[in-house]
T-cell receptor
Framework: AQKVTQAQTEISVVEKEDVTLDCVYE???????LFWYKQPPSGELVFLIR??????QNEISGRYSWNFQKSTSSFNFTITASQVVDSAVYFC??????????????FGTGTLLAVQP | GAVVSQHPSWVICKSGTSVKIECRSL??????MFWYRQFPKQSLMLMAT?????????EQGVEKDKFLINHASLTLSTLTVTSAHPEDSSFYIC???????????FGSGTRLTVV
């Protein structure tokens, strides 16, 4: 079975602090995709990154960076110098490359990040 | 970029009435559409998956007669909540799977309140 665990329910930081959101996944498949989405209070889901299981290179995009480690089945997300606009719920998700007809995304429970000014 | 237009963004209806939510892929063909519901402070729960021209596949515990899904074309999928009750009040989001580069595009969501 596939599962995504985001153990941190809520995180509160002060602006300019760095923060890491944890994501641990479970799957027996060797080919899969991992995603991070941001959901601001307005509700829409904002795509942040997609990483396939064959690419363990860490990625940096501005203040965002991702650490993918297959050995620990983790795909952690770090925001450097956090800003109030980063306040949102962040979801990690898993999708099997050969998931069959559905190819559905399996979401974690989300982490609510509150950045205080 | 790929856009999914979801309407309405919010709706209030009386108990017992039906509500239709539409999702349109504006600049790509969506062979597969996913429908999620999200209760406050909870994760997205997949309700059903629909492929164009075929019947939707519902997740366990989701009443297919209550949540009618139609995916009649490659650009339009609809979710109809029939005989809505207050417990159906939730945030509903659609997601379209793009055939080209294996991506997912989400609609902006519909907040349904049943009074």
């Amino acid at each position: 079975a596939q599962k995504v665990t985001q153990a941190q329910t809520e995180i509160s930081v002060v602006e300019k602090e760095d923060v890491t959101l944890d994501c641990v996944y479970e799957t027996r498949d060797t080919t899969y995709y991992l995603f991070w989405y941001k959901q601001p209070p307005s509700g829409e889901l904002v795509f942040l990154i997609r990483r396939n299981s064959f690419d363990e290179q860490n990625e940096i995009s501005g203040r965002y960076s991702w650490n993918f480690q297959k050995s620990t089945s983790s795909f952690n997300f770090t925001i450097t110098a956090s800003q109030v606009v980063d306040s949102a719920v962040y979801f990690c998700a898993l999708n099997l490359l050969y998931g069959g007809a559905t190819n559905k995304l399996i979401f974690g429970t989300g982490t609510l990040l509150a950045v205080q000014p | 970029g790929a856009v999914v237009s979801q309407h309405p963004s919010w709706v209030i209806c009386k108990s017992g009435t039906s509500v239709k939510i539409e999702c349109r892929s504006l600049d790509f063909q969506a062979t597969t559409m996913f429908w999620y519901r999200q209760f406050p402070k909870q994760s997205l729960m997949l309700m059903a998956t629909s492929n164009e021209g075929s019947k939707a596949t519902y997740e366990q515990g989701v009443e297919k007669d209550k949540f009618l899904i139609n995916h009649a074309s490659l650009t339009l999928s609809t979710l109809t909540v029939t005989s809505a009750h207050p417990e159906d009040s939730s945030f509903y989001i659609c997601s379209a799977k793009r055939t080209a580069n294996y991506g997912y595009t989400f609609g902006s969501g519909t907040r349904l309140t049943v009074v």
